[in-house]
Each structure stands twice: as structure tokens, then as C-alpha cells.
């Protein structure tokens, strides 16, 4: 069974910087694609960003464009995203994600195996 377990997450004045990591173990298939999302309190689960498995194709979502980074290190199963220039409304619970497969997807349903989440809060 594949688990996923993030960490990294913790409180930030605005205009800081983070980086998650995602801890990978019990894969069984071949290739797997990684994605991160946020759940914001009262909010819907959204799209941040996501990698296919050989890192060379990346997508984001347009309110981290430019600001947030997406990587994977795959000899040593993890995965990390750096966030930069961060705002008040990037206060959310940070989950990554992984997917059978090479090519990143946007949409949660697309995806098989989930951590338990990283709180990450942003102050004015």
C-alpha cells in the first residue's frame, strides 16, 4: 500500500517562504505522477500544483504561478514543494497526492493514494 506522509508546514508572516515535503513509501507500480492540493477552512479541495513521474512536465495552478515550485527526487521517494512570496490566502492544509502513471493530472479524482495533510497558515 502506497503511503504518503508531508511535513514542512507551520505558521509564516506574508511574503515568506516554505517547503513541503512528501515522504513515499510502498510503491508497487512502475511509475506513479505526484500532485499537491489545498483545502482551505470552508473551502473546497483545489488544485496546486503537480509533476509527472520524470519531472520534466510540471503544472500549476494560476494563483501559484511563478511563486511555487514543484519537485520530486525519486531515488529517494519524496517530494517537495517550495513556496515562496506567500499571502494570507495560501492559508490552507497542503496534501500531496500520487497517481499511477507518468503524466500529472489536476483533478483529485485522478488520483489514487493521499497524506493526511500539512497546516499551513499565513499572518497579514
Known amino acids: 500500500q502506497v503511503q504518503l506522509a508531508e511535513s514542512g508546514g507551520g505558521l509564516v508572516q506574508a511574503g515568506g517562504s516554505l517547503r513541503l515535503s512528501c515522504a513515499v513509501s510502498g510503491r508497487t507500480f512502475s511509475s506513479y505522477a505526484m500532485g499537491w492540493f489545498r483545502q482551505a477552512p470552508g473551502k473546497e479541495r483545489e488544485f496546486v500544483a503537480a509533476?509527472?513521474?520524470?519531472?520534466?512536465?510540471?503544472y500549476y495552478a494560476d494563483s501559484v504561478k511563478g511563486r511555487f515550485t514543484i519537485s520530486r527526487d525519486n531515488a529517494k521517494n519524496t517530494g517537495h514543494l517550495q513556496m515562496n512570496s506567500l499571502k494570507p490566502e495560501d492559508t490552507a492544509v497542503y496534501y500531496c497526492?500520487?497517481?499511477?502513471?507518468?503524466?500529472?493530472?489536476?483533478?483529485?479524482?485522478?488520483?489514487?493514494?493521499w497524506g493526511q495533510g500539512t497546516p499551513v497558515t499565513v499572518s497579514s
Open positions: 509533476i509527472s513521474w520524470s519531472g520534466s512536465i510540471a
Open positions: 497526492a500520487e497517481r499511477r502513471g507518468l503524466t500529472p493530472a489536476r483533478h483529485s479524482d485522478e488520483y489514487d493514494y
